[in-house]
């Protein structure tokens, strides 16, 4: 089975820091495309960036020079540094995989998609 599991969320405050981190375990192949997403009280969840295996990046306007995607693929790890956090900001944020896990026979699945369970991140005074 494959898991993705989030750290690093909290309370800070607006202008503030925080790095959220994003570990994929089990029996995985390989994993492509990883992002992060947020869901803000009240609205659907909205993609806030995500990297390619290469290292390409995307972001969404509204975290665009803030926020910084990065992964470490020799440790399966998803990272997503923020900075300058408005009160707006406050979110759940999941961090997304897609992933292509190894079967109990060794063969390798198709590509599926992995969340993790969330992370609190709050913006507040």
């Known amino acids: 089975q494959v898991q993705l599991v989030e750290s690093g969320g909290g309370l800070v405050q607006p202008g503030g820091s925080l790095r959220l981190s994003c570990a994929a375990s089990g029996s995985i192949s390989n994993i492509n495309t990883m992002s992060w997403y947020r869901q803000a009280p009240g609205k659907e969840l909205e993609l806030v960036a995500s990297i390619v295996s290469s290292g390409a990046t995307n972001y969404d306007d509204s975290v665009e020079g803030r926020f910084t995607i990065s992964r470490d693929n020799a440790n399966n790890m998803l990272y997503l540094e923020m900075n300058n956090l408005k009160p707006e900001g406050t979110a759940v944020f999941y961090c997304?995989?897609?992933?292509?896990?190894?079967?109990?026979?060794?063969?390798?699945?198709?590509?599926?998609?992995?969340w993790g369970q969330g992370a609190q991140v709050t913006v507040s005074s």
């Open positions: 997304n995989g897609k992933i292509r896990g190894i079967t109990g026979w060794g063969k390798a699945t198709s590509l599926n998609n992995y």
